[in-house]
């Protein structure tokens, strides 16, 4: 699969490479059958100017996906790395791993898994932390 990252914040240090082969190997564990993805990273203006377009909700949050109807582009998903670092800050935990979850969380969601009712979040929630363990194997 072929795996573009884009940086368009200064929030947040983000290494391409790293992000793109950790979506390489979450991509081949899901068995994606599309060739290609697009992973940006963007702005709280860009994020939210999103959520306004495609939900119509104002408000920054972490992470949007967008399937394309091609058989061959998976699709598009857009990471806040700011809301990243302001949860992992609060929370202790790593900026990088609270990105790789957002980036995991859309590839979830590309390859058919929800997160409406308490039983779809809980099965997704499941294949997160698998995907998770996978990637850090990987180290």
């Excluded at 929370?91 to 609270?98: A, C, G, S, Y």
């Amino acid at each position: 699969m072929i795996v573009r990252v884009y940086n368009r914040q200064r929030d947040v240090s983000v290494s391409l490479p790293w992000f793109r082969s950790k979506a390489s190997l979450v991509a081949a564990y899901l068995r994606a059958k599309s060739q290609a993805i697009g992973i940006y990273f963007v702005t709280r203006k860009e994020i939210a100017e999103l959520h306004q377009r495609h939900f119509n909700d104002p408000t920054i949050t972490d992470c949007i996906t967008l399937p394309i109807l091609e058989d061959s582009y998976w699709g598009d998903i857009f990471i806040c790395p700011w809301v990243a670092k302001e949860y992992a800050e609060q929370h202790r935990l790593e900026v990088q791993d609270e990105i790789l979850l957002y980036m995991i969380h859309g590839m979830l969601h590309l390859a058919g898994y929800d997160d409406q009712t308490p039983k779809e979040r809980a099965r997704m929630r499941k294949k997160e932390k698998a995907c998770m363990k996978l990637c850090r194997d990987a180290e």
